[in-house]
């Protein structure tokens, strides 16, 4: 195999190891009597109905899993379900309704997920004493369970979404607001179902998998507070409301709630939340994977944040090292987490996602060092990078040859986020489909040995 396939190859074990179908198989099984989930039991006697809900990237795969295991005869009984996904990601299943609540790549909110998220909350609010709700939540989540609080619309809402996101904001601060401007995030699913018992079984997609923060804890209740979000929105857009970055209506909302005194209703239920997959599981699969190819494997990590371009920086430099050390065996540098592009004001066309500038920074890094011998891939678990249809790029010698065939500056295109359009001419994109689950992203570098 080529450098390239190898670390295709490796990036995909990662992948593979956290299929969303199998994760839920392996924490769900029942026999003639019972129903085993997360180690829990329950007498099939016993229960009336199972009601599945859920939101995100591997909502689909982790619902053909659960009715794999739950068997035909019993989800032809006793199961209803609504689950929202991207669009790309329907299929047909038996009894679980998976609901198209976004378009392929495009992460925001739309009108279709309002719908949907409407439908997920009259099921739970039709829960019973004897009724077992089983909720799927993985990445993306947030986007797919649009249920905007009176006094702002779903356009105020994906207002300051846009603002946030392209001023950088981390996935945890754009959480901290959008929880506090929804009916169904921070707890609201639970606080709608009227009756039952409720396990949600989660694939993480943020580092350190912190459960109020994962497709903002729909769960979960929240533990921030209207103060907290107005504090993010001031440190990106100052305290002026003049309505240009964040809608008046926003302010106003979070305001009001900051200066209420009284305390929510509690909860009818309370729900247990188990992580069942996440990055640590695809790395360590990925590492094992490199390992069986010949890699000395030096892991850096699943909490990997920080700037897109500076993580690519620091693998170009790791890369260089390694390449220098003169070693007889290849080496594989992995890591993993989530890094966020910083957008550069311009007034030219552009395209890519953070993945893509990963894999770019690396490359403009080693600007004329021949990069023989060296590569940078990096890919979003989800398939997805950005507003585009590759999960991410690879850097390469092959890349890099092409660029200067072509006359192409890769400088250029990294100064402005254009990185798509860049590896579309190069030959370096990363394209898998829709994966169906999502753990954030895997980063490899690969050095080959000296004598290679």
């Not at 981390?170 to 009916?183: A, D, F, P």
């Not at 220098?324 to 966020?340: F, K, N, Q, T, V």
Request: hydrophobic share 40%; glycine share 10%.
């Amino acid at each position: 195999m080529t450098l390239r396939q190898q670390a295709e190859d490796i990036w995909q074990a990662g992948v593979a190891a956290v299929d969303s179908a199998n994760l839920v198989r392996q924490v769900v099984r029942r026999d003639e009597q019972t129903l085993h989930v997360c180690g829990e039991v329950f007498p099939l006697d016993r229960i009336n109905r199972i009601v599945v809900v859920g939101a995100g990237k591997a909502g689909a795969g982790m619902s053909a899993g659960l009715e794999a295991a739950l068997g035909a005869d019993l989800v032809d009984q006793k199961v209803t379900g609504w689950v929202n996904v991207p669009t790309d990601c329907i299929r047909s299943l038996r009894r679980i309704q998976l609901h198209p609540a976004r378009p392929a790549a495009v992460n925001e909110p739309t009108a279709e997920g309002v719908n949907g998220s409407e439908c997920i909350l009259d099921l739970v609010a039709s829960l019973t004493n004897d009724d077992l709700c089983l909720v799927l939540i993985s990445g993306g989540g947030s986007a797919l369970l649009p249920a905007p609080i009176a006094g702002i619309s779903l356009t105020d809402k994906l207002s300051v979404t846009r603002s946030l996101m392209n001023s950088g904001a981390t996935i945890q601060e754009l959480n901290t607001v959008r929880k506090r401007l929804s009916r169904i995030k921070g707890g609201g699913l639970v606080r709608a179902a009227a009756a039952g018992r409720m396990i949600a079984l989660i694939i993480s997609d943020v580092v350190g998998d912190p459960l109020d923060i994962i497709a903002s804890g729909p769960t979960v209740c929240d533990s921030g507070t209207a103060q907290q979000a107005l504090s993010v929105l001031q440190r990106f857009f100052g305290t002026s409301h003049s309505g240009e970055k964040v809608p008046a209506s926003v302010w106003r909302v979070l305001q009001d709630q900051a200066r209420a005194t009284i305390a929510a209703a509690p909860a009818a239920i309370q729900c247990r939340n188990v992580i069942i997959g996440n990055n640590r599981t695809a790395l360590i699969a990925a590492a094992g994977r490199a390992a069986e190819l010949g890699f000395e494997v030096r892991s850096l990590g699943t909490d990997r944040q920080g700037i897109a371009r500076d993580v690519g920086v620091e693998f170009a430099k790791l890369c260089l090292i390694a390449r220098d050390e003169h070693r007889s065996h290849p080496i594989c540098y992995l890591a993993g987490g989530e890094p966020i592009v910083k957008l550069t004001a311009t007034d030219q066309p552009r395209k890519g996602g953070r993945n893509q500038e990963v894999a770019l920074a690396a490359g403009c890094h080693w600007g004329q060092i021949d990069a023989d011998r060296m590569l940078v891939l990096s890919g979003g678990t989800d398939g997805e990078d950005g507003p585009t249809d590759a999960a991410g790029a690879c850097f390469d010698h092959a890349v890099q040859s092409e660029s200067r065939q072509r006359g192409l500056n890769p400088i250029e295109y990294l100064d402005i986020n254009n990185s798509y359009p860049f590896f579309e001419q190069c030959g370096g994109l990363l394209k898998c489909g829709p994966t169906h689950t999502n753990v954030m992203d895997l980063q490899i570098g690969l050095i080959a040995s000296g004598d290679s």
